[in-house]
């Protein structure tokens, strides 16, 4: 039973960065909006791997996708490893620590669709942040900063929870 929960883990996470790859390589949605499914990826990891594994699971996705995609190697890495420094704290703080340790994997069904809003908005603003200052800090005027990140937070927020409600919401 433990075998066939990992190797579904495994093909959920497959096919969530083979739809990101395809994402970063034929979707552009101009120089504002960065579309990104690498914070429900390292969502959807379950809870009982450890920081070392989720940082080290989280870094090689965010690495395979900056090889393929034509971005900056090691932008997507980065962002990966910090979004998965903060998954504990922001779980703890969005949805309580008794109940967070018990659930193995975060789905809608288990927390509610409010709790589960507030824990991906979180995780995704982290990502974006850090994605966005990395890729344009320096270069870049405040305003087009704050309007990439807000409006890749919207775009992103929404593919977020309608691939959580069609493909993650259910038990594997």
């Given at each position: 039973m433990i075998?066939?929960?990992?190797?579904?883990?495994?093909?959920?996470?497959?096919?969530?960065?083979i739809i990101q790859i395809i994402i970063c390589d034929y979707i552009y949605t101009g120089p504002y909006i960065h579309l990104t499914l690498l914070p429900l990826i390292i969502l959807s990891i379950p809870g009982e791997y450890g920081y070392p594994k989720l940082a080290l699971i989280s870094f090689t996705i965010g690495l395979v996708i900056?090889?393929?995609?034509?971005?900056?190697?090691?932008?997507?890495?980065?962002?990966?490893?910090?979004?998965?420094?903060?998954?504990?704290?922001?779980?703890?703080?969005?949805?309580?620590?008794?109940?967070?340790?018990?659930?193995?994997?975060?789905?809608?069904?288990?927390?509610g669709f409010f709790r589960y809003f507030r824990y991906s908005s979180y995780?995704?603003?982290?990502?974006?942040?850090?994605?966005?200052?990395?890729?344009?800090?320096?270069?870049?005027?405040?305003?087009?900063?704050?309007?990439?990140?807000?409006?890749s937070y919207v775009a992103n927020i929404i593919l977020i929870l309608f691939v959580s409600v069609t493909l993650l919401n259910k038990h594997y």
């Open positions: 075998r066939n929960n990992k190797i579904s883990l495994f093909l959920l996470i497959a096919v969530m960065t900056d090889l393929v995609s034509d971005g900056i190697l090691g932008l997507n890495s980065a962002a990966a490893v910090i979004t998965a420094t903060l998954v504990r704290p922001i779980s703890y703080f969005t949805i309580n620590r008794e109940r967070s340790d018990k659930i193995e994997r975060l789905t809608i069904n288990d927390v995780l995704t603003l982290v990502f974006l942040i850090t994605y966005i200052l990395f890729d344009c800090a320096g270069f870049r005027p405040a305003s087009f900063i704050l309007m990439r990140i807000a409006l």
